[in-house]
């Protein structure tokens, strides 16, 4: 029985606007904290009934699939009691020993989940195997044909794929990681809960007791949900690059401000779910006053901390323009640098005068992606320009970008 997703659309709609206040606001912390309380406090009272009335079918009609479904529907509450306690202590603000705050403990509590998962899945797959070999060794009965169980099993289903839509619709619309998770965690059930009724089906049929077949089988959906959880949540807590679109917004938004020639080394930190620590350098006219400069600067941050969740430090980076040997010197390395990856770029390009020859500093930023290395480049960029030049030295400083 499936419900039509208009109607679970509505549903969540209502919800909303029942418990969580201006709901429409996205961007808000905290309504984004009692989107996550509710949809913990939803899960873990449909789940605990579930498991009261497959745990309740499984003892009476000595269905192996049928009780183990209903644990795992009760591990799912200590699940979402665990995500409900996460995101309360993730919207604890910072303190002394925790200087960028708690966002990041919706990470762990990802993590928790999923070893949660895992641990069903390997206890299910243990009563599944034990089943099987009672087939074999031809100890097995069929399994008992109850109208009560399929109603439970199909009942389960139904709600289950409710709380899949319900949690993939917020954690869409808020960008909400942890109900990613807690979605993935529901459909899987839907799977798992499915293989148990083929099982129930198939024995009244055919009289073969399919029970620990579908266990196993059952065992291998939950694992692969709960290794996937498991590692999305490892690649947040170990660090991972910001997203290209967010990276190239930040750009844009910064560029915006008259004075600002350029912008580079621009790096952003995700210490949790829409909370982020950037720094970047911009490059502004050396001949400007530095006052009205680093006035601009100010500006910038201020934009940044009053209207996104970007935690934004600027240096400001002089540069020299409108040296005709400077930019002489300029457009070849760039020549040079584009022949080697169209990717690469170069910043911080100064020029140091001295009585035998020239030093041209500058820095490369190469892309992760790319065949060459350090050493290549450097020596490719020495041997370019001495071919060009006399008496004319790079020396060029690499890093690495995302593209």
């Known amino acids: ?101 708690h966002r990041r403990a919706e990470y762990v509590a990802g993590m928790i989940v999923a070893f949660i998962v895992l641990v069903v899945a390997f206890e299910l797959a243990s009563e599944g195997v034990t089943k099987i070999i009672d087939v074999f060794k031809g100890s097995a009965e069929p399994l008992k044909w109850e109208i009560w169980t399929v109603i439970a099993l199909s009942v389960s289903i139904s709600v289950k794929l409710w709380m899949f839509f319900f949690n993939r619709i917020l954690a869409k619309r808020y960008s909400f990681d942890l109900l990613k998770a807690t979605a993935t965690d529901s459909i899987s059930d839907v799977c798992s809960t499915s293989a148990v009724l083929v099982s129930v089906i198939v024995s009244h049929f055919t009289g073969f007791n399919a029970d620990g077949f579908m266990a196993v089988l059952v065992s291998v959906v939950i694992a692969v949900g709960g290794i996937k959880i498991l590692k999305d949540t490892f690649k947040h807590l170990l660090g991972e690059g910001a997203d290209e679109t967010l990276t190239k917004e930040v750009a844009i938004r910064i560029k915006k401000f008259d004075g600002v020639l350029g912008v580079h080394d621009l790096n952003i930190h995700n210490y949790g779910p829409n909370s982020y620590y950037a720094s970047v350098h911009v490059e502004v006219d050396a001949n400007a006053p530095l006052l009205e400069s680093h006035d601009m600067i100010d500006q910038i941050e201020k934009d940044f901390a009053e209207n996104t969740n970007i935690n934004l430090v600027i240096h400001l980076d002089p540069i020299v323009i409108g040296d005709p040997e400077l930019d002489k010197y300029k457009e070849d390395i760039v020549k040079i640098v584009k022949e080697m990856d169209d990717n690469f770029d170069i910043h911080d390009f100064r020029m140091v005068k001295g009585p035998t020859h020239v030093n041209l500093i500058f820095d490369v930023a190469i892309s992760y992606e790319t065949k060459l290395s350090e050493n290549d480049v450097c020596e490719r960029l020495k041997s370019e320009v001495a071919s060009l030049y006399d008496n004319v030295y790079v020396v060029p400083t690499i890093e690495r970008q995302i593209k």
């Open 1 to 101: 029985m499936l419900l039509p997703c208009c109607k679970i659309t509505s549903m969540t709609s209502l919800l909303l606007k029942i418990f969580v206040k201006n709901y429409k606001d996205v961007e808000s912390a905290a309504v984004r904290d009692k989107v996550g309380k509710l949809s913990g406090a939803v899960c873990i009272v449909l789940n605990t009934l579930l498991a009261a009335a497959k745990i309740a079918v499984g003892i009476l009609f000595g269905l192996v699939s049928v009780f183990a479904d209903g644990i795992n529907n009760l591990t799912d509450c200590g699940s979402n009691a665990v995500s409900l306690v996460s995101i309360k202590l993730a919207a604890r603000p910072a303190d002394k020993e925790h200087p960028y705050g």
